[in-house]
T-cell receptor
Framework: DAGVIQSPRHEVTEMGQEVTLRCKPISGHNSLFWYRQTMMRGLELLIY????????DSGMPEDRFSAKMPNASFSTLKIQPSEPRDSAVYFC????????????FGSGTQLSVL | GENVEQHPSTLSVQEGDSAVIKCTYS??????FPWYKQELGKRPQLIID?????GEKKDQRIAVTLNKTAKHFSLHITETQPEDSAVYFC??????????FGTGTRLKVLA
């Protein structure tokens, strides 16, 4: 298995533009997580999906953020409109079970909003 | 709420020496404790984990110890090498999807 696959690796955009981040979890994993990593706040959980259903989106900072998981092999995180303070590394991760199991992270998307 | 404190935030050791990173968790229901290594510009990768029914686990040069009574767990790296230089994160979870991460330790191994 190629592991968790994220795209793009880097995204540079201007304030106000829409940004879409993509993730393909490991096949057979039923849990998918979106995290944001910054120096100031560390790793923050944005949203958690189980069996393609959003279970906890309390970490999504604002209504500008939305996430979908239309099927077991694909998820998106969208920011519309983007702002400079959204600049961070966004990681997708998946695991085999709901919790208490290994988390496998994707390579991340380095987002810069100018 | 649940919290994981990690110390130190930075650690420099001479190549060949040992390194120890410590974490303390607040949720007594926590039962799974993974450690992640993140090299610069790369993804966090699991290097070792321990469950609450075990007090110690070892994998070659790395080991993790758990003290449930004190709610402490530690990562031990022996015979450190330059390629061990990275940021290390501890985490704790009570078996749910909520993994509480520590703030990270930047380890530098000096050649």
């Amino acid at each position: 298995d190629a592991g968790v696959i994220q795209s793009p690796r880097h995204e540079v955009t201007e304030m106000g533009q829409e940004v879409t981040l993509r993730c393909k979890p490991i096949s057979g994993h039923n849990s998918l997580f979106w995290y944001r990593q910054t120096m100031m706040r560390g790793l923050e959980l944005l949203i958690y999906f189980n069996n393609n259903v959003p279970i906890d989106d309390s970490g999504m900072p604002e209504d500008r953020f939305s996430a979908k998981m239309p099927n077991a092999s694909f998820s998106t995180l969208k920011i519309q409109p983007s702002e400079p303070r959204d600049s961070a590394v966004y990681f997708c991760a998946s695991s085999f079970k709901t919790g208490g199991e290994k988390l496998f992270f994707g390579s991340g998307t380095q987002l810069s909003v100018l | 709420g649940e919290n994981v404190e990690q110390h130190p935030s930075t650690l420099s050791v001479q190549e060949g020496d040992s390194a120890v990173i410590k974490c303390t968790y607040s949720d007594s229901a926590s039962n799974y404790f993974p450690w992640y290594k993140q090299e610069l510009g790369k993804r966090p990768q699991l290097i070792i984990d321990i469950r609450s029914n075990v007090g110690e686990k070892k994998d070659q040069r790395i080991a993790v110890t758990l003290n449930k009574t004190a709610k402490h767990f530690s990562l031990h790296i022996t015979e450190t090498q330059p390629e061990d230089s990275a940021v290390y994160f501890c985490a704790a979870t009570s078996g749910t999807y909520k993994y509480i991460f520590g703030t990270g330790t930047r380890l530098k191994v000096l050649a």
